[in-house]
Every structure is written in C-alpha cells, then in structure tokens.
C-alpha cells in the first residue's frame, strides 16, 4: 500500500492539541522481499523523532518463501515497543515513527537493511486506534555497498 494511505483515517482533521504527551506502541510484525540472506537474524530498532533513543525488539530468522520474509509472532509481547513523546510545548513538532530493519548474516556484524518513517499525526487524531498496513521501505546504503563490493 502506499504511505499516503497510512494518513487516510476516518477522524477529524488535525489540530496542534492533538500533539500533547503520550506514549506509541509499535510492533512490526512482517517484512517481505528482503535483501539479505535466508537465516540471517533480523531485528526491528524503531525510534520515536526528533528525540533520541532506540528500542529494539525481538530477532527473528529470515526464511525462503519466494522471496525472503520474516515474520514476529503478533501475541508475543517482545515484538512490540513502547516509546514516549515528550511534548512539552506548542513547539514540540508531531513525532515520526522510525523502523530500521538490521541484520547479521554471521551473527557478528549488524548492517542497516532497510528504514520506514511515519508520522504519529494520524495516531493522535485517533488515540487509542490500532492502525495496521503493509508499507514500502527505503533500501538501506549499507546493502548496497555491500552488493557493490560483491559484485565488482
């Protein structure tokens, strides 16, 4: 689906008290079309801008299903992360949501597979609404330096 879709929501418009203290609960539960290797170990680090911080979730193995995919088990509490936005003004801009994919194909070296960046507007027209989608990723630099030096 695209990005444009995870701000269509059925709630009212956005107003600036929307943006007020509270707390985002994110939990990556697929990724599909990965460029890593099958049995590379695949961890979520997510982070809540501008403020600084990285919370990490539970690793899972990549796995060959035409492509490679990983999946969270979506009862399991260690899939999910909390982060807080600490609004403390009219001038704290609205957070974004940032999930950075990484991988170790050895389980030695950690590399940036891929980021997504979503805005916590339609979240605070809605709190409390579960907002769940596919949405795209940008390929991480480090994956492509990679393949580079690989293939000369």
Known sequence: FPLSKWMDIDAPPFQTKMNCLGVVHVRVLAAKGLPCPVGSIVQPALSLLPWKGLVRSEP???????????????????SGCSMVHAWNSDD????????????????????????????????????EFWKKQWCEATLG????????????
């Open 141 to 152: 630099r480090t994956i492509e330096t990679t393949k580079q030096m690989q293939n000369p």
């Open 60 to 78: 899972t193995t990549a796995f060959d299903a035409n492509t490679v995919c990983v999946k969270w088990d979506a009862l399991n509490e260690a």
């Open 92 to 127: 704290t801009p609205v957070p974004t949501i940032k999930v950075n994919l990484l991988f170790k194909p050895v389980n030695v070296f950690e590399f940036s597979m891929c980021t997504l960046e979503l805005s916590c507007e339609p979240l605070m027209r809605k709190p």
